[in-house]
C-alpha cells in the first residue's frame, strides 16, 4: 500500500464513490466548526482514499454555506496530501455541451462574503500564498492520463468561474465573465482550491458541465431536471476517470 493520501471533495451528483473497499466512516472536529459530513475512507486498487460530499450527505448545504475552511483542515488533519474536487458547472465556451468534463487550468473568484482564509488575523499570522497558477499540474496530467486509459474524452484545459449562487447568473453576467476569460461556471471551486494552497495540498478540479452557461442556449431558460438528468448521467463518466486514476495513483 502506498502511503500517499487521496481525498476527493464530491459535488452535486457525487455523494459516494463506487469501488471502495474495507470502508470506514469517521466524524472529524476542527477549531473552525463540522466538516459538510463524516468522512468516508477506503482503498481503491493500492490507495487510501477519504471521500467528503462538499454539500452534505443529503445535498442540504446550498454553496455560499459550505465551512469549507473546516472541510479541508480535516482533510489535511488526517494526513492527505492531493485533493481532487468535482464541480458542476454551466458551460460558457460554445464548445462546451452538457456532460463534457472539464480539468480547469486557472480560475477567477467572483464571491464574496465566505471565510476564505485561515490567515483572518486571529492567529496573528499574515501570510500572502502564491496563487498564480491555483490547480496542481501534476493532479491535472494524472487526471487526464486516467480519462484517456479510461477512453473518455476531457477538455484538458479552462478558465473556472466561481460565483456566489446559489441562484443561477445572469445572462449579461455571463457575457462579463466570458470577457474576463472564463470557460466554465460554478459555484463552488473558490474558496476551497485557496484553502488548499495555504494548507499546502494538492488540489485539482474535474468539472462536469451541465448546462449551457446563462443565456448561451438562446432563448431557453435553465431547467433544473436537465441539469440533474446530465449530472447523473455524466457522474458516471467522472466516476469512471477516478476509477482508472485511483488505480494507479502514485
Ligand atoms: N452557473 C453556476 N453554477 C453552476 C451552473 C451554472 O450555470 N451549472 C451548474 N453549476
Not at 148 to 165: C, H, K, L, M, P
Request: include cysteine.
Amino acid at each position: 500500500m502506498t502511503n500517499i493520501k487521496i481525498a476527493i471533495i464530491g459535488g452535486s451528483g457525487l455523494s459516494n464513490l463506487r469501488g471502495l473497499t474495507d470502508v470506514r466512516r469517521e466524524v472529524g472536529r476542527t477549531p473552525y466548526g463540522d466538516p459538510s459530513a463524516p468522512l468516508t475512507i477506503g482503498r481503491l486498487g493500492d490507495n487510501e482514499v477519504i471521500f467528503l460530499p462538499r454539500h452534505g450527505l443529503s445535498h442540504q448545504i446550498p454553496p455560499h454555506q459550505v465551512n469549507y475552511r473546516a472541510n479541508i483542515w480535516v482533510l489535511k488533519s488526517m494526513g492527505v496530501e492531493q485533493i481532487y474536487a468535482v464541480g458542476a458547472t454551466g458551460g460558457i465556451d460554445p464548445a462546451l455541451k452538457p456532460r463534457d468534463i472539464v480539468i480547469p487550468t486557472q480560475l477567477i473568484d467572483y464571491t464574496y462574503g465566505r471565510e476564505q482564509t485561515y490567515y483572518d488575523g486571529s492567529n496573528l499570522l499574515v501570510e500572502h500564498i502564491d496563487f498564480s497558477h491555483p490547480y496542481s499540474e501534476k493532479l491535472r496530467q494524472r487526471m487526464i492520463e486516467a480519462a484517456a486509459s479510461a477512453g473518455i474524452d476531457v477538455f484538458a484545459e479552462g478558465v473556472y468561474a466561481a460565483t456566489q449562487g446559489p441562484r443561477l447568473e445572469t445572462a449579461a453576467e455571463i457575457d462579463r465573465i466570458d470577457r474576463d476569460g472564463g470557460t466554465i461556471v460554478g459555484m463552488t471551486g473558490m474558496p476551497e482550491a485557496a484553502l488548499a494552497r495555504e494548507l499546502e495540498m494538492q488540489y485539482a478540479l474535474v468539472s462536469l458541465v451541465v448546462n449551457p452557461a446563462a443565456g448561451r442556449a438562446g432563448e431557453a431558460i435553465i431547467s433544473m431536471s436537465e441539469i440533474l438528468e446530465h449530472l447523473e448521467a455524466g457522474m458516471l463518466d467522472v466516476c469512471r476517470v477516478f476509477e482508472a486514476m485511483l488505480r494507479t495513483a502514485k
